[in-house]
């Protein structure tokens, strides 16, 4: 058995195959998921677990270099704007209008469904490059 982080078997093999530049989104409940979609559904019930949640666990075992959030969520969510200008202080952040993100889902490796039902809670990540010079600066530490 692992020892400490993610113990999400489906999680874990898709976080373990990310390659550098690989895409992946973290979504709210209600996200409409692509059927043909690799999903890992975490959402036990409305709200729980919180999108961050997912996120700040998911930053413990990954390197992401660019991030990307609807614009929708700048007016509309109480959570998500602050918390990507916190967390990802060396990252590429992006907007776009939320129809856009949703197709940015259909083309992404993988899903990871949270519960959470905060407005526009969702967040499409990138993944960056293992090499030592490159990755420099954007691991993100547990707070």
């Given at each position: 058995m692992k020892k400490t982080g993610i113990i999400n078997k489906k999680l874990c093999e898709q976080?373990?195959?990310?390659?550098?530049?690989?895409?992946f989104l973290v979504c709210d409940a209600g996200f409409p998921v692509p059927r043909d979609a690799i999903c890992i559904d975490?959402?036990?019930?409305?709200?729980?677990?919180?999108?961050t949640?997912?996120?700040?666990?998911?930053?413990?075992?990954v390197i992401v270099e660019e991030v990307a959030i609807a614009e929708e969520s700048l007016?509309?969510?109480r959570i998500l704007p602050d918390y990507v200008e916190k967390r990802f202080r060396n990252q590429?952040?992006?907007t776009l209008p939320q129809k856009e993100l949703a197709e940015c889902g259909k083309n992404a490796k993988f899903i990871?469904?949270?519960?959470?039902v905060e407005p526009?809670?969702?967040i499409l990540l990138t993944a960056a490059s293992g090499v030592e010079k490159y990755r420099r600066g954007l691991v993100i530490e547990p707070d």
């Open positions: 976080l373990a195959g990310l390659g550098h530049t690989d895409c975490l959402a036990i019930r409305f709200g729980e677990p919180g999108l949640d997912c996120v700040d666990a998911i930053l413990s075992e007016e509309n969510n590429r952040i992006s990871v469904r949270s519960g959470d526009y809670s969702n």
